[in-house]
């Protein structure tokens, strides 16, 4: 019913810049919260940012001052720009979305996309 599909991962140098986009699409009546999201291997998925349909945002201590989540509601897409990369940043990279499906009962479910490879090497 709804997909996200996320783009925007690669290979990046220390210290160097990327940025993820995510777009929703399907039967979508409205999207709450979107997220970024991130696992890396041996290790649990941990929260990278959100952001509410109002443009409020919360960011994992790690990432604040380098990331900056934003999201273009016309378009159903989040986008997380990511600065002054880190080896530790290495991970998959997953979006989520909180969304009201365009149904008669309006139903709200959370949605994954299938994730981004972030590689930060020198």
């Known amino acids: 019913q709804v997909q996200l599909v996320e783009s925007g991962g690669g290979l990046v140098q220390p210290g160097g810049s990327l940025r993820l986009s995510c777009a929703a699409s399907g039967s979508i009546f409205s999207i709450d919260a979107m997220g970024w999201y991130r696992q890396a291997p041996g290790k649990q998925r941990e929260l990278v940012a959100t952001?509410?349909?109002?443009?409020?945002?919360n960011y994992a201590d790690s990432v604040k001052g380098r990331f900056t989540i934003s999201r273009d509601n016309a378009k159903n897409t989040v986008y997380l720009q990511m600065n002054s990369l880190k080896p530790e940043d290495t991970a998959v990279y997953y979006c989520?979305?909180?969304?009201?499906?365009?149904?008669?009962?309006?139903?709200?479910?959370?949605?994954w996309g299938q994730g981004t490879q972030v590689t930060v090497s020198s």
């Open positions: 952001i509410t349909s109002g443009g409020n945002t």
């Open positions: 989520n979305a909180g969304v009201v499906i365009l149904t008669p009962t309006r139903g709200f479910n959370h949605y």
